[in-house]
């Protein structure tokens, strides 16, 4: 079992960025798939990015593709996400997920369901 703590949320203006952490327990997260999601108030939690555990494939959702970037350090047990450009519709709780079971070392899983293990989530507010 994985325990996932997000951190690095926060208040920052249209155009700024954030960088989110999300520090798993456990001695097997690189062998984990990571993924971030979020969720708007009043809407449904929407997939964000996919790393696989080698952190050789990655994968974007079309609405922050070339502003945000997923990356992981197997050694620190820690999961990024670096959200630049940001804008007001970006404000959601953020959070991460680890998903135990993986085919091939660059699989990456786009659904929620598809994951094992959820963090409480981290807030990011971006004002206009």
Known sequence: QVQLVE???GLVQAGGSLRL???????????????????APGKEREFVAAISWSGGN???SNSVKGRFTISRDNAKNTLFLQMNSLKPE???VYYCAARARTRYSGSVYLKGDEYDYWGQGTQVTVSS
């Open 58 to 60: 990655t994968y974007l």
């Open 7 to 9: 951190s690095g949320g």
């Open 90 to 92: 970006d404000t959601a």
């Open 21 to 39: 952490s999300c520090a798993a327990s456990g001695r097997t997260f690189s062998s984990y798939a990571m993924g971030w999601f979020r969720q």
